[in-house]
Antibody, heavy 124, light 107 residues
Framework: QLQLQESGPGLVKPSETLSLTCTVS??????????WDWIRQPPGKGLEWMGS???????YYNPSLESRLTISVDTSKNQFSLKLSSVTAADAAVYFC????????????????WGQGTLVIVSS | DIQMTQSPSSLSASVGDRVTISCRSS??????LNWYQHKPGKAPKLLIY???SLQSGVPSRFSGSGSGTDFTLTISSLQPEDFATYYC?????????FGQGTKLEIK
């Protein structure tokens, strides 16, 4: 059973870079039919898709974050990571990592499973 | 970006009730629509993909319907474990976007 676990600092100072890692267990991150996502949820707000990465390193970013966001993958460790630069209070959120399943030529896709999420606070 | 709008934002219901949650997209997304259940402190859980396909292991009291811009999640007979927040999500185009959520509470 595939499981994902987020890890990283729970407190980041304004203007600094937020860095998180997602460790995948129970399956290979190099599976050819999946992307790997970062999604966040600010307190009291809805879910925001941040971006996806394929095991080859191909990335797709939300344009609203693209200038500050870098997602990378380390297949040797079965991990993928997020770096968000120049954070502000608006970046405080629970950050989830997840598998994004693609279904062949139909292009249907869905997100499953998700990690439990990690809370990041932005404060000096 | 495709905007997803859910209604209602919150809903009070009793065990055994039939509940319907609506989701509308700002443009046609065919049936590229997924539904998730989220409980506080837990990982969100996929319920329905491609608008009407039930994810393996999800109870059959959950069902989804719709196409184009209007979609519905139905819970046929609420169980105590169903009280949670529900989100729709479009997978038609990036950036993938979610509805604002519908919080289902016990009456």
């Amino acid at each position: 059973q595939l499981q994902l676990q987020e890890s990283g600092p729970g407190l980041v100072k304004p203007s600094e870079t937020l860095s998180l890692t997602c460790t995948v267990s129970g399956g290979s991150i190099s599976s050819g039919t999946h992307y790997w996502d970062w999604i966040r949820q600010p307190p009291g707000k809805g879910l925001e898709w941040m971006g996806s990465i394929y095991y080859s390193g191909t990335t797709y970013y939300n344009p609203s974050l693209e200038s500050r966001l870098t997602i990378s993958v380390d297949t040797s460790k079965n991990q993928f990571s997020l770096k968000l630069s120049s954070v502000t209070a608006a970046d405080a959120a629970v950050y989830f990592c997840a598998r994004h399943i693609l279904k062949g030529i139909s292009r249907y896709s869905w997100i499953d499973p998700w990690g439990q999420g990690t809370l990041v606070i932005v404060s000096s | 970006d495709i905007q997803m709008t859910q209604s209602p934002s919150s809903l009070s219901a009793s065990v055994g009730d039939r509940v319907t949650i609506s989701c509308r997209s700002s443009q046609s997304i065919s049936n590229y629509l997924n539904w998730y259940q989220h409980k506080p402190g837990k990982a969100p859980k996929l319920l329905i993909y491609a608008a009407s396909s039930l994810q393996s292991g999800v109870p059959s009291r959950f069902s989804g319907s719709g196409s184009g811009t209007d979609f519905t999640l139905t819970i046929s007979s609420l169980q105590p474990e169903d009280f949670a927040t529900y989100y729709c999500q479009q997978s038609y185009s990036t950036p993938y976007t979610f509805g604002q959520g519908t919080k289902l509470e016990i009456k």
